[in-house]
């Protein structure tokens, strides 16, 4: 539905032998415009009818006691609100007058449509069962002096005392739609805590899935779950997200920007859970030292969203466009007087390296220290340095396989630089705004990103190098978002040592979107000099009438290598309709110049223009055994800066489609095409190098069909099954 006002031109009019009169009036209303034909009904709010004030008869103003209902048809239009006209419609028709009826007989009535006045703002959804219009939720927390026991079971008395959040609405399946379950949400806070604690009825306990009983760095997905937002800021950009399941798993990330979060990142927060009869309960504390916030800013943005698996079911405090995330919150005021503590972590650590020569009969050994320091300078600054860095402790990365002719992305696990990662992001590059467009892939998402730090500490081929010391400063201050990093590098095979510099400032402009910067100077794997500089915007809105959301990045950056002239540039423009239901959709540029060399950030594939667009629907089913369809395609080309086409990839999407109870099938035909300057080895034996495949240079086109079958992961018993049949390249 399209909220708007209606401008309606009323003109009452009867003449006869003995009485003539005439009465002109604008009358404003609030509409909404719908896809399916409905009536337009003249809804007085105050009343809910159109009162007669006067009639004039003869010439002589009489009160009239007579109410007169008035009904009409339109197709695509159903009035939600009548403004009173004295209020409104002063600007519109200053000399209008009350609407006048005479009684007996029936006046003559004309109403003349004159315009529709769309808005961004109040925001109806077209899922919502009800007319009434979203507003800005907003709640006072409840200080406490006698903090709760974190025990999973909600029975302290001082929980009777905290604010209690009750008015959930369904995000999933029908966004407005009356929960099938209760939930309850309860805030407490002190000096040092934010308590949240959680009451989750069930209809039918026994079926609550909670098959994860250990800490997942990625998700909790399967699970019955609540999922926790906060953006302290209150800034509609920024935020942490924390959830936990029947089970009190903990799950912890951080938004990298509000459609994208980083789960790698880990902090220290306490959580416990149980199940009884009536459902589920968790009890929440979350240290204010283990977040960033404003001292000053007494209202935090919040939110909530309970998951129940088996229904496909969110329940949640704020929603639009059927998601939650830091720019989708209420407000949770009364903030004061946080402890963030001295704000000091010491990360000591000792590695020790023993090597044995069997051969020459000898061996050594080397014990080397390493420190890591983090501190809150205030609330929302933070400062951290690190002397012999150890990485050691660090997860290993997933296997990935290659087998294209460019380079694989992997994402930072490191938790030195992951600290305020979200300020370091530059015009949204890589970011997961909606539904990728499976014509790309992770490391062309990613492609000319000006800054990303696994090029510190890691040599070309993934070996550590070692960090003899670095610092950084990073956070928030009024609108701005600053980062700055120092590190100073070894030595390694014949790279001299270096200094690496990292600067990055943006400022919050509009209502959600942001302006920046980035400077970086130092090559950690060259002994060549280099430097950058980025700028970016990335404007976004998620207010726009029906719940809509509209995303668009513009960004523009030049490197500057030593012994390199000319081509050192690269531009990028995105503009995304990342929409749950109905059309989405969106369209990509880049083009990255020949000698584009950003040292410290990432390029995948460089001399070239991409271009991808997708497009799609979803349908929302209101009732069945299915929960939504989808249909679309998406493309991606690659064309040479120099020699013209390269590649060309489009999937089509016929069906995909998901049940109530989340069992998936989706269907995916592949077109490729592709133009091989070069020869591309694809294959080389390591036992016998003379063993390889090469692919000859040419144009090459294949076809790829792909059947994916998955159940819902809250089963007890839950698989998936793929089929793939095609080509690749010259082969089958």
């Not at 992951?418 to 790309?440: S, V």
């Not at 144009?699 to 809250?714: L, M």
Request: net charge neutral; proline share 5%; charged share 20%.
């Amino acid at each position: 539905m399209i909220p708007g006002y209606l401008v309606i031109w009323v003109k009452i009019s009867r003449g006869n032998s003995t009485t003539n009169y005439m009465h002109e009036s604008f009358i404003l209303l609030q509409v909404g415009l719908k896809s399916s034909h409905s009536r337009l009904l003249l809804w007085a709010q105050w009343l809910n009818t159109i009162k007669i004030a006067y009639s004039r008869v003869n010439g002589h103003h009489t009160p009239r006691k007579n109410v007169y209902q008035v009904s009409i048809f339109f197709s695509e239009i159903e009035i939600l609100k009548l403004f009173p006209h004295e209020q409104i419609l002063g600007s519109i028709a200053p000399r209008m007058k009350p609407l006048s009826l005479l009684s007996v007989p029936p006046p003559t009535i004309h109403i003349f449509l004159l315009t529709f006045i769309p808005l961004a703002s109040p925001e109806i959804n077209a899922q919502n069962s009800g007319l009434s219009l979203e507003t800005e939720k907003s709640i006072t927390i409840v200080r406490t002096e006698i903090p709760p026991t974190i025990d999973g079971t909600l029975d302290d008395e001082v929980w009777s005392q905290a604010t209690v959040i009750s008015d959930f609405l369904q995000s999933k399946p029908l966004e407005g739609a009356e929960p099938t379950e209760r939930t309850e949400i309860y805030l407490l806070y002190d000096d040092n805590m934010l308590y949240i604690g959680g009451r989750f009825w069930d209809s039918e306990p026994e079926r609550i899935a909670a098959g994860t009983l250990r800490h997942r760095w990625n998700r909790l997905g399967d699970d019955d779950r609540i999922a926790v937002v906060l953006s302290p800021y209150n800034d509609q950009r920024s935020g942490y997200k924390f959830e936990t399941n029947a089970n009190g798993v903990k799950h912890e990330a951080i938004y990298q920007n509000v459609s994208q979060n980083l789960p790698a990142w880990d902090t220290i927060w306490d959580a416990a859970s149980s199940i009884n009869e009536e459902g589920w309960v968790t009890e929440m504390a979350i240290p204010f030292k283990s977040i960033s916030f404003d001292s000053n800013n007494n209202a935090w943005g919040m939110n909530f969203s309970r998951a129940v698996r088996r229904k496909n079911e969110e329940i949640t405090w704020v929603s639009r466009n059927r998601t939650y995330n830091p720019s989708i919150t209420g407000q949770v005021n009364g903030f004061v007087g946080l402890d963030q503590g001295v704000g000091l972590d010491i990360v000591p650590s000792v590695s020790f390296k023993k090597r044995q020569n069997f051969k020459a009969y000898n061996s050594t050994s080397e014990t080397t220290p390493s420190f890591d320091l983090f501190y809150k300078i205030t609330p929302s600054l933070n400062s951290a340095i690190t002397l012999n860095t150890d990485f050691s402790s660090a997860e290993v990365d997933s296997r990935q396989v290659n087998l294209t002719r460019f380079g694989l992305f992997f994402p930072e696990k490191r938790r030195f630089f992951l600290q305020d990662t979200d300020i370091f992001e530059f015009g949204r590059i890589g970011g997961n705004t909606w539904d990728n467009n499976p014509a790309t892939t992770q490391p062309t998402r990613q492609n000319a990103r000006p800054f990303f730090s696994r090029k510190l500490g890691l040599s070309s081929n993934g070996q550590p190098v070692d960090l003899k010391f670095g610092g950084k400063l990073s956070g928030r201050i009024g609108r701005w978002s600053l980062g700055s990093l120092l590190i100073r590098q070894a030595e390694f095979e014949d790279v001299d040592a270096s200094n690496i510099f990292v600067g990055r400032a943006s400022a919050s402009v509009l209502d959600e979107s942001a302006i920046g910067i980035i400077v970086t100077n130092g090559d950690p794997r060259s002994n060549a000099s280099n430097s950058l500089v980025g700028l970016d915007f990335r404007y976004l809105n998620t207010r726009l009438p029906g719940g809509r959301t509209l995303e668009a990045d513009a960004w523009l950056q030049q490197s500057n290598t030593e012994g390199v002239d000319g081509d050192e540039h690269a531009f990028g423009i995105n503009v995304q309709i990342p929409n749950k239901s109905g059309l989405r959709g969106g369209i990509t540029l880049k083009e990255i110049g020949r000698n584009f060399n950003p040292a410290l950030g990432y390029v995948n594939r460089k001399n070239v223009t991409e271009k991808n667009a997708a497009i799609g629907y979803t349908h929302i089913m209101t009732g069945g055994f299915l929960d939504n369809v989808y249909t679309g395609i998406g493309v991606q080309q690659f064309d040479s800066l120099e020699e013209g086409f390269e590649t060309r990839i489009v999937v089509l999407r016929p069906l995909e489609t998901q049940s109530r109870s989340r069992d998936k099938i989706a269907i995916r035909y592949y077109s490729t095409d592709e133009s091989l300057t070069i020869p591309f080895q694809i294959y080389t034996d390591p036992s016998d190098p003379s063993r390889e495949i090469t692919i000859p240079k040419g144009r090459y086109s294949w076809d790829e069909t792909r059947i994916d079958f998955s159940t819902g992961g809250h089963r007890k018993f839950a698989g998936s099954l793929t089929y793939r049949t095609g080509n690749f390249y010259s082969g089958e």
